[in-house]
């Protein structure tokens, strides 16, 4: 019997016979126990992850942990042109929440604040610190880059301040046009004039093409970075492959699955024939990213999504077979 790497001869211990093979299992047994608990200690220690509690007088804006247990401002966001939109803001321990845009383009103001005095206990001193809170409006009349800067100034007059940079667009999608060949897909353009945002809209997925060049442009500070497109020919065989935004395409000939009842004799298949398409991107302003790759790890073919978040820099992954969770699909019968 092997157990972590200790050999135990179990006819050596039933040669030494009464209180010596009594002895001798004891001893094993608290080695063995004693290398279970190292081993389990182990394990714990290298999962474990230390959360760090929101420090005393510090400003947060919009802040999120990190896998690590770190807390993450934010430093860059989108909106859009003409639509409210708002950021949460704390501060750790008694303060009046201010804030400054950096252009009249883009209204910034405190819409509701409060103070929890009950709030982030202090062990050193043995009170509460209290907590503020505040929400910030966002409205911007024009596109462009603006900054905000938050200040939380406490009773004694000292303060401390964060600063925002935002992006103002027309529409805060990844793509604005989807083209396969010469047709359009997808579209969505939005004009401002005279203070108001007009947008023109349209999806037609509908295709009887078997190939064509897929083109999708993308929105302001966005990098479309591949492709991946799952289809099914005309003999049923299933294909996933990774392709450059721009390239050449093959559709789908056949049906995602076909079945028949071998007593009544009826056949039954998928209602279209689909292809499916997973556009992968990055936000140059933001720093967020989603990534599509076609890998075999988990033992058979599938598409891996990685999306990467701007503010913590954490990873998070997950899978699809091909027949869900795609960006766009196109179908003919």
Known sequence: MHQFGIKI????????????????????????????????????????????????????????????????????TRIEVLDMSSISVQYTGKASITVKSSKAALNAKVTSSSFSKYSNWDESTKTYLG???????????????????????????????????????????????????????????????????????????KVSAKTGKLKLTPNTKYKITGLVVTSVNAKGKASIKKIKNGKKITLSRGYNYKSSDAFDGTSYKSSKKITNI???????????????????????????????DGVTGDKDVTYFNGESGSTLSLWSY
């Open 131 to 205: 907590n503020s809170s505040a929400t910030i409006g966002l409205y911007a009349t024009k596109n462009g880059t603006y900054s905000v800067t938050i200040t939380a100034t406490k009773p004694d007059g000292s303060s401390v301040s964060k600063s925002v940079s935002i992006l103002v667009t027309n529409q805060s999608g990844v793509y604005k046009t989807a083209k396969l060949g010469k047709k359009t897909i997808y579209s969505e353009i939005g004009k401002t004039k005279s203070g108001q945002l007009t947008k023109k809209a349209s999806a037609l997925y």
């Open 278 to 308: 997973y556009v992968s991107y990055k936000d140059t302003f933001t720093g967020s990213s989603v990534t599509y790759t076609v890998t075999t790890k988990r033992g058979k073919k599938e598409i891996m999504r990685t999306y990467k």
């Open 9 to 76: 001869d179990k006819k050596q211990i039933v040669k030494r016979g009464g209180w010596g093979m009594k002895k001798s299992l004891k001893r094993l047994y608290a080695i063995v126990l004693s290398l279970l608990i190292c081993v389990s200690t182990l394990t714990i220690n290298s999962y474990a992850v230390t959360y760090q509690d929101k420090a005393n007088n510090t400003l947060y804006v919009a802040a999120k942990r990190n896998d690590k247990g770190e807390w993450k401002n934010l430093t860059k």
